[in-house]
């Protein structure tokens, strides 16, 4: 029987509660056995009242969800499980990753400040190569192998234990939600042009704050909703770029795409650029579990999406630098806007600023999807508190949203350069992580089932690691004092945090509890290994 998640009993002999224990079964009269005196004294329909009336008053501490073998106390209503709700299906998972990595060509822009055109370009065509595709990759065969909502951290914990495991989670939610804390901040930076106010002071806050609880309500109500409003911000992103690139042929000159000065380039803002713009590929594994068969899906809207990235990316920059006269110190946040008037009119810049608003709002609300439903995930494996593997009606995570607006709310003071470097550095010490577990999963676990699986060996796995994982030790070093502080302190906490939950577990402050329907994940301590390996 399962009791709220924990295992209370296998033995179906034992598994029953004894007779007064207050316990029955939804809609199902309590079975009273038959005695001597009922054989000699047949009871009336007024007896067989009495009887039932007294039972049920036995049994009024406690109901039973049958579904689920579920038991739950009058006027609590069983947790919902996301086999009640719609799944994400490929087109909608196609823009969560889109919206995941990228949400269009704004931010780009430093690019081409920091190396000029050809550079900016080469640098989004090559690096996907070094780093996106190796990660979408290996997300796309751990996701696969552990499609649940846990992700990253579940790959983690199976291949270095649970401490290992709460760390990657720790670490990876942290850098989420400061990267989120962008967002808002972002969107009313387009459009403090037309509403002056919005620059600063209490307007701004109350913007920001209001801006938060409008998407953070949106992913309340289901990640089907924010899913379809993904692909619809998308479009309305990339659109105007599209017609862009139409007005702009008779203005091209190819000659402008192969500038280059190797003497003036500005290697750390170009490559935090780069990194910045097509990183998070493994972000959308915490959603696995609400997604409409993972094992064919993921693999399938992983390659949709990265093509979708490189080219939202290059040919904006195409368009850019090949159209108009090069000015590398015009080509900073927002110059697309600036581009689109230049080579269109009034009414494309607007429908760029529109389109670049936008584009943060679907930012926001499919990172806070990934970090919501990591929490639950983690949660379902006992490294959380039970609450954050709460479901709303909704089937979202309800607390887990919270705690992630909060993070959201609280980092929104910093500036966007810190918020970038800062994020980078708790995401590099993530992808160490990562990339260990998916090698000594290769190792531990040869013959595990992968549906999805890359076509290399062992060599291979690691081989395929090498280039990122020097590519993650560049951009450490070139971080600041100050980031760098302040992201060790971030991971201390996380070191700390978990013994510390540990702790609470043993006294029993609070509750933690392991789903039931999920496999062991033959951490340490675990010695079957039937779970994964079949």
Known sequence: MVEAGREVSADPQTSGHPAGDGVTPLNQPVPVPPTADDAEHPSTGDDEKLRHT?????????????ADAEYVTIGESPTPTVDNFKKVSVLPLIFLIFYEVSGGP????????????????????VFPFIWSIPEALITAEMGTMFPEN????????SALGPYWGFQQGWMKWLSGVIDNALYPVLFLDYLKSGIPALGGGLPRVFAVLALTLVLTYMNYRGLTIVGWVAVLLGVFSLLPFVVMAFVSIPKLEPSRWLVVN???????????????????????????????????????ALFYALILVVLGYFF?????????????????????????????????????????AMSNMGMFVAEMSSDSFQLLGMAERGMLPEFFSKRSRYGTPLIGILFSASGVVLLSWLSFQEIVAAENFLYCFGMFLEFIAFVRLRMKYPAASRPYKIPVGTVGSILMCIPPTILICVVLALSSLKVAVVSLVAVVIGLVMQPGLKYVEKRRWLKFSTSANLPDLNVPGHDDTDSIVR
């Open 316 to 356: 904006p920059l195409l368009v850019g630098t090949g159209a108009l006269p090069l000015d590398r110190e015009l080509w900073t946040d927002g110059y697309f806007s600036d581009i689109a008037k230049m080579i269109g009119g009034v009414w494309l810049r607007w429908w760029i600023q529109a389109a670049a």
């Open 150 to 157: 846990g992700g990253y951290v579940v790959w983690v914990s």
């Open 106 to 125: 704004f931010g780009v822009e430093d690019s081409v400040h920091a190396a000029g055109p050809f550079l900016a370009l080469l640098g989004f065509l």
């Open 262 to 300: 190797m003497h003036h380039v500005d290697w750390n803002l170009y490559l935090n650029t780069l990194f910045w713009n097509l990183n998070y590929w493994d972000s959308i594994s915490t959603l696995s579990g609400e997604v409409e068969n993972p094992k064919k899906t993921l693999p399938k």
């Open 54 to 66: 007294s039972n049920a008053r036995a049994s009024v501490a406690m109901e039973y969800d049958g």
